[in-house]
T-cell receptor, first 111, second 113 residues
Framework: RKEVEQDPGPFNVPEGATVAFNCTYSNSASQSFFWYRQDCRKEPKLLMSVYSSGNEDGRFTAQLNRASQYISLLIRDSKLSDSATYLCVVTLDTGRRALTFGSGTRLQVQP | NAGVTQTPKFRVLKTGQSMTLLCAQDMNHEYMYWYRQDPGMGLRLIHYSVGEGTTAKGEVPDGYNVSRLKKQNFLLGLESAAPSQTSVYFC????????????FGPGTRLTVT
């Protein structure tokens, strides 16, 4: 079983739509949670951290459910520029600060 | 600031050849990492370093060696390349303060024939 599982997609949505991605993680000791964004043939970049109380950054909302070991990302009012692969990332507090990545969910926003 | 840079951007090797990938960062970060990314899989950690002169194995270290002689540089070596090492290699760095944000280089696309 993968440590971090995501639906690979692709999710094809029209501009202006709301879209949600989910992610599950297997290690209940995971401490920190993130969403990274990766454009085609580019490096991953941090989109946002995910906090237990849920958090928003503009059109993006992230939620964490520790009991179900589940993370979500909601994108409202999708833009063409949101087209990318969204990587769910978790980490254990091991001191090495290494990240464990999901394989990503691809989003294609269409005009 | 250039951030994290990687050299080369592309390389084609024959089976059995060796090469070194260079990663450099100008952010004075303590931690540096090498990942590989294959289709349908997440990034997987090869080796990492928590400071100058230190290295440690990650999730998939076999067939690779690393060195961190200077704080700003982290080298990844392939002594005898195999087709299974065809991948995109990303270097990343982060601080030793609170938070886990990692800054990635642009990647090296390696093909082993």
């Amino acid at each position: 079983r993968k440590e971090v599982e995501q639906d690979p997609g692709p999710f094809n949505v029209p501009e202006g739509a709301t879209v949600a991605f989910n992610c599950t993680y297997s290690n209940s000791a995971s401490q920190s949670f993130f969403w990274y964004r990766q454009d085609c043939r580019k490096e991953p970049k941090l989109l946002m951290s995910v906090y237990s109380s849920g958090n928003e950054d503009g059109r993006f909302t992230a939620q964490l459910n520790r009991a179900s070991q589940y993370i979500s990302l909601l994108i409202r009012d999708s833009k063409l520029s949101d087209s990318a692969t969204y990587l769910c990332v978790v980490t254990l507090d091991t001191g090495r600060r290494a990240l464990t990545f999901g394989s990503g969910t691809r989003l294609q926003v269409q005009p | 600031n250039a951030g994290v840079t990687q050299t080369p951007k592309f390389r084609v090797l024959k089976t059995g050849q060796s090469m070194t990938l260079l990663c450099a960062q100008d952010m004075n970060h303590e931690y540096m990492y090498w990942y590989r990314q294959d289709p349908g899989m997440g990034l997987r950690l090869i080796h990492y370093s928590v400071g100058e002169g230190t290295t440690a194995k990650g999730e998939v270290p076999d067939g690779y060696n690393v060195s961190r002689l200077k704080k700003q540089n982290f080298l990844l070596g392939l002594e005898s390349a195999a087709p299974s090492q065809t991948s995109v290699y990303f270097c990343a760095s982060s601080t030793n303060r609170d938070g886990y944000e990692q800054y990635f280089g642009p990647g090296t696309r390696l093909t082993v024939t």
